[in-house]
């Protein structure tokens, strides 16, 4: 074999890798960044508490619907209506279905594209802005920089390992 074939094998060789591996691992950890924000998301988000409330719930009232709300996926737009006031689907520990909806929309993801995390509710600004007693004001923007910060500290270890 020529030297000039073993480059083109080796080009060959860098091409597939570039092609396949990267995109398929950069859409792994994508997906895990989301997920992560996600799941830090529905645990810091306030679930309302009737009973410390100045004025009564409103009628149908059902706690923990704006922790419930929260959504990954690829197109940006709530995808429940936020209305919905079922018992059933929303609590205090909806996480395990959001989690799950997530992995599935994810499963769509290409790679180098954008994926969302949206609550449609529309008292989710108040809340953010300190609201509840229950969640410190600016608790989204605290849990991206949670997560930014893990992402940074895992990317700063491979390349202290080299990898």
């Not at 609201?131 to 990317?155: C, M, N």
């Amino acid at each position: 074999m020529t030297n000039a074939d073993n480059a083109r094998s080796f080009q060959f060789q860098l091409d597939k890798f570039m092609s396949d591996l990267v995109p398929e691992a950069v859409v792994q950890v994508h997906a895990e960044i989301t997920l992560s924000l996600l799941a830090l998301l529905i645990k810091k988000s306030p679930v309302g508490f009737p009973p410390n409330w100045k004025n009564p719930a409103p009628k149908g009232y059902v706690g923990g619907q704006f922790r419930s709300f929260w959504q990954a996926n690829i197109s940006g737009s709530a995808t429940v209506a936020p209305k919905t006031n079922d018992a059933r689907k929303y609590g205090e520990d909806p996480s395990s279905r959001q989690i799950e909806a997530a992995n599935s929309e994810l499963g769509k993801l290409a790679p180098f594209s954008v994926s969302y995390i949206v609550n449609g509710l529309p008292y989710g600004d108040r809340l953010n802005s300190g609201w509840s007693r229950q969640a410190p004001a600016g608790f989204i923007e605290l849990s991206i920089a949670e997560v930014k910060s893990q992402t940074e500290s895992a990317i700063k270890k491979l390349e202290a390992e080299g990898g």
